[in-house]
């Protein structure tokens, strides 16, 4: 029933910042949370940040804290992903992914997928 689509990934050199989004249909916003995952060729799928149904509540992976931040409109039925100061070890496939519980940090609790989005920082 819920489908997720994201976007805005792209190219960009380390320093740069970008904005990606997913958006969502399917289902009410209020009724899921959202996660974004990368995954790194030959890497596990691995937590970046997610957000509670209604945005009130937020948690981002140590290594990105204070460069990612993760925010949603709900009558957009889109959650965002914005990054800065990104580095070349940010480079994956970025994916959103809805659950019911915002605190959940581990893929395999997320039953939701979007077909995910390349994010290359390089010079």
């Known amino acids: 029933q819920l489908q997720l689509v994201e976007s805005g990934g792209a190219s960009v050199q380390p320093g740069g910042s970008l904005k990606l989004s997913c958006a969502a249909s399917?289902?009410?916003?209020?009724?899921?949370?959202i996660g974004w995952f990368w995954q790194a060729p030959g890497k596990w799928r691995e937590f970046v940040a997610s957000?509670?149904?209604?945005?009130?509540?937020?948690l981002v992976a140590a290594s990105v804290k204070g460069r990612f931040a993760i925010s949603r409109d709900n009558a957009l039925n889109t959650a965002f992903l914005f990054m800065k100061t990104l580095k070349p070890e940010d480079t994956a496939v970025y994916l959103c992914?809805?659950?019911?519980?915002?605190?959940?940090?581990?893929?395999?609790?997320?039953?939701?997928w979007g077909q995910g989005t390349q994010v290359t920082v390089s010079s």
């Open positions: 957000i509670s149904s209604s945005g009130d509540s937020t």
């Open positions: 399917g289902s009410p916003s209020d009724y899921y949370s």
């Open positions: 992914a809805a659950d019911m519980v915002y605190s959940d940090t581990r893929a395999p609790l997320y039953g939701y």
